[in-house]
């Protein structure tokens, strides 16, 4: 759905610039909680949201590459915003696809540089905002199992992927350039969408099922979902002959708290810290097979937006995209000819591309959040 130069007019390109600006604003300013764990898992759970923010924008990067049939002549590929909310947090997941968005305009040609503003705010800030609203209403309906993040996963990512096609469809309403009904326009663009909405939501699903089944800690819509462990002392204990089975189950709590503060029913929640490094390279070499191999195989039909464009006379003024000769253009490396080998290497540096990029914002965010915690830090212990 990535929207061309040409398709939207200049006032309305400018409105959905400013936008798109100020939400990326407010997601900046929300990610940093996120990125540090406010009120959902404090400083352990920062140390896992924040390395995994940049391998979710370069996951979204590669599987975008994968476009699939949805009807006789059209394909789909994942938008990724429902995925991304799902997986790191809804501003986090705002800057995501942000960051895939800007990646592809400018490296691949893909998406319009004037509609960057345009395609930000559809395929970013309305998919993340609808998709993550309707999943945590469904989790709290729901039964609190891992199973529930699954099909709450499921119909959000289906849902968001019709709402993009009708906020597109706003857009052109308010400053499309060429003489189209809207209605007919509507009609085509949520018709084919709800279609790719499916493949969507069978792909978020898979991947949050895939994450949460090994480490539900790192999916931020199931944070809360388990309890955390429980240090307990024994009762029939006393404070100062403490038999084996308190002394087991109080020692690890004993770094937090003095133990003569310790009541007989007191508990103490322990979160051990768990690696992600397995994740990380299993997720980067997933994303590497898909935009390095798989991607080869992905359906040559043109998507949704570009099919009903073409059929209904939308993409009468397209202009030429800004970085046509990039040496990336196309999702092909310049001046190879083995399209294979072209294809899949420019798929390699775009995932690593935006893993740099995506990790560097998310690192700098985390950073930002951790230095102006510091002084208060710092007021207390002088306190």
């Not at 857009?171 to 326009?185: E, N, P, Q």
Request: aromatic residues 4%; glycine residues 12%; charged residues 15%.
């Amino acid at each position: 759905m990535h929207v061309p130069d040409g398709f939207i007019n200049a006032p309305v390109s400018v409105a959905a610039g400013a936008v798109a600006a100020a939400a990326v604003a407010v997601s900046l300013r929300g990610a940093r909680r996120e990125l540090a764990g406010a009120g959902q898992g404090g400083a352990a759970a920062a140390e896992r949201t924040a390395p995994l923010a940049g391998l979710v924008a370069a996951f979204i990067f590669a599987v975008q590459m994968l476009n699939f049939p949805v009807a006789a002549g059209t394909s789909g590929h994942l938008l990724g915003g429902a995925l991304a909310a799902i997986l790191v947090g809804p501003c986090t997941g705002v800057l995501c696809v942000s960051v895939v968005l800007l990646m592809q305009g400018v490296l691949f040609a893909d998406g319009g540089l004037t509609a960057l503003g345009v395609n930000i705010t559809d395929m970013a800030i309305v998919t993340t905002v609808v998709a993550y609203a309707l999943f945590r209403g469904l989790v709290k309906v729901l039964p609190r199992r891992r199973r529930s993040i699954t099909v709450a996963s499921f119909v959000s990512a289906l849902v968001s992927v019709p709402a993009a096609a009708v906020a597109f469809t706003a857009l052109y309403a308010l400053g499309g350039t060429a003489d189209v009904a809207i209605g007919k326009v509507f009609t085509a663009m949520v018709g084919v969408h709800v279609l790719i909405g499916i493949g969507e939501a069978a792909i978020t699903a898979l991947t949050v099922g895939a994450v949460i089944a090994v480490r539900p800690d790192l999916v931020y819509g199931a944070r809360g979902l388990t309890k955390p462990l429980e240090l307990r002392t024994s009762p029939l204990a006393s404070p100062g002959t403490a038999g084996p089975v308190a002394a087991a189950t109080a020692a690890p709590a004993a770094d937090a708290a003095p133990a003569a503060d310790a009541a007989p029913a007191a508990t103490a929640s322990a979160a051990p810290r768990r690696s992600t490094r397995r994740v990380w390279l299993s997720g980067i070499a997933a994303a590497l097979v898909c935009a390095g191999g798989v991607s080869y195989y992905a359906s040559a039909s043109p998507d949704g937006l570009e099919k009903v464009a073409h059929d209904q006379g939308i993409d009468a003024k397209t202009k030429d995209h800004a970085t046509k000769d990039s040496p990336l253009a196309d999702y092909s490396v310049k001046d190879i000819a083995d399209p294979r080998l072209s294809g899949g290497l420019a798929g390699v540096i775009g995932v690593g591309a935006t893993l740099a990029v995506g990790t560097g914002v998310f690192v700098v965010l985390r950073r930002r959040k951790g230095t102006g915690a510091q002084p208060a830090a710092r007021q207390t212990e002088n306190a």
